[in-house]
């Protein structure tokens, strides 16, 4: 069993982002004991309630303090037809059970996803249906950029269309986010009529769109436009100077 600690996780980002001098952001108080990860995902079945709450809520706010914006969880479904409803002919078998990875809100809005998909995929819906079980998903590895396709459906003002697209993220669930915030923005989707078919990280040699190529290459550099300068050694700060200090460099 691995354990995942949030704290020395974004202690390093802190550390990272506040050594480049382009912002610093807090951390709050480091959880009193660390979530269980099983290999590459955790679930909620793995982590009791009080825990599950403290942890989640310590993620929540250690990314909204950084600038994440999380609203959506990645969570999956298993359901089934219910026994009771079952035709004649299959009465006394066990039924079939289907599960899907959903993003979505809240369970309640991923409960109604996962039946709007499977009764357009099988024949069973919700009133003749029963959900088995429903798990939150979480990246096990949050401080890896990584690269994301996503196969997307949507129903535009005149047609369907298919999509392809790719974000880097560091998570899965932040990748759909810019997924759902691009497609509002270029193409006035509404989050109602896109449908998330396939969410998959794709290698550096796999990847094909244009804006995520120009960010794989090992020498990649950025201009520094801001720079904030610092006293050499600490004897030799002070609170005023006699001269503004330039902050930004001239080409």
Known sequence: MIYLDLYETYRFLNN?????????????????????????????????????SSWEHHRQGVLQGIGIMVWLHQYHVVGRMAPEKLQKEEVGKEPQVYRMRIFAPNTVVAKSRFWFFLRQLKRVKKAN??????????????????NFGVWL?????????????????????GAVEQMYM?????????????????????????????ITLQMLPEDLAFPLPHVRPRAAVPS????????????????
Do not use: C
């Open 182 to 210: 691009e497609m509002s923005g270029r193409h006035r989707a509404r989050w109602s009529s896109i449908q998330v078919l396939k969410v998959a990280e794709v290698e550096n040699e796999a990847v094909r769109r244009n």
């Open 16 to 52: 990272a982002v506040g050594g480049l001098r382009y912002h610093t952001f807090s951390i709050a108080s480091r959880p009193e004991h660390a979530s269980p990860v099983s290999s590459g995902v955790v679930g909620e079945s793995d982590i009791s309630a009080p825990e599950r």
């Open 236 to 251: 030799q700060k002070a609170t005023f100077r006699a001269k503004t200090p330039v902050t930004f460099i001239s080409t």
């Open 153 to 173: 459906r949507y129903k535009s003002r005149s047609d369907t269309v298919n999509m392809y697209k790719e974000y880097r993220d560091v998570t899965m669930t």
């Open 129 to 146: 249906g029963e959900i088995v079980s429903i798990n939150e998903i979480h990246e096990a590895d949050m401080s890896t950029v990584k």
